[in-house]
T-cell receptor, first 112, second 114 residues
Framework: GEDVEQSLFLSVREGDSSVINCTYT??????LYWYKQEPGAGLQLLTY?????DMKQDQRLTVLLNKKDKHLSLRIADTQTGDSAIYFC????????????FGTGTRLKVLA | KAGVTQTPRYLIKTRGQQVTLSCSPI?????VSWYQQTPGQGLQFLFE???????NKGNFPGRFSGRQFSNSRSEMNVSTLELGDSALYLC?????????????FGEGSRLTVL
């Protein structure tokens, strides 16, 4: 079946690193994504990774992909209060054309 | 360029009524998809349209329907509203050509059903 799971909440102190985890089920997904949703707004793409990559780094963001375990993680270095938001991981399901499957979202709270 | 525009931003309806939500995608984007966001369920996929054709449909009852016009603008309709339909409805547009697949989201239409 199609299911993307995330923990619901994460709280970190400003300056620490945050790690948000995600497990997915469709091993044939081509791309995996991280989106960010700030209060009162839609989602914005943060970063994505090809399924044939293990890691992608983009400034303070590091994405790790473990295809064997179907596990995706997003690490935010030096977390700031402006990083407080809901983070969604997503995959494109290979079972249909262009159908995104989103996780439930992880609400990150950064404490000053 | 202008982003994805959703109207109305907020609306209140009563049970049994119907509602129509509108989405104008980014110029040049031919794919429009709709999602329902609720606190407990996260983001649930409703349907996706590409060049006026529904390409994908999520697991929602037939009360939820949509369409896309020749200018790529899309509408979704919910008939016979239920209390559980209260949610933020998000529209997203993309080129729809299967490249990196980035979705561009609107700010959503928040529906409250009383």
């Amino acid at each position: 079946g199609e299911d993307v799971e995330q923990s619901l909440f994460l709280s970190v102190r400003e300056g620490d690193s945050s790690v948000i985890n995600c497990t997915y089920t469709d091993s044939s997904s081509t791309y995996l994504y991280w989106y960010k949703q700030e209060p009162g707004a839609g989602l914005q793409l943060l970063t994505y990774i090809f399924s044939n990559m293990d890691m992608k780094q983009d400034q303070r963001l590091t994405v790790l992909l473990n295809k064997k375990d179907k596990h995706l993680s997003l690490r935010i270095a030096d977390t700031q209060t402006g990083d407080s938001a809901i983070y969604f991981c997503a995959e494109i399901s290979a079972s249909g054309t262009y159908k995104y499957i989103f996780g439930t979202g992880t609400r990150l709270k950064v404490l000053a | 360029k202008a982003g994805v525009t959703q109207t109305p931003r907020y609306l209140i309806k009563t049970r049994g009524q119907q509602v129509t939500l509108s989405c104008s995608p980014i110029s040049g984007h031919r794919s429009v998809s709709w999602y329902q966001q609720t606190p407990g369920q996260g983001l649930q996929f409703l349907f996706e349209y590409f060049s006026e054709t529904q390409r994908n449909k999520g697991n929602f009852p037939g009360r939820f329907s949509g369409r896309q016009f020749s200018n790529s603008r899309s509408e979704m309709n919910v008939s016979t509203l239920e209390l559980g339909d209260s949610a933020l409805y998000l529209c997203a547009s993309s080129l729809g050509l299967g490249n990196t697949g980035e979705l561009f989201f609107g700010e959503g239409s928040r529906l409250t059903v009383l």
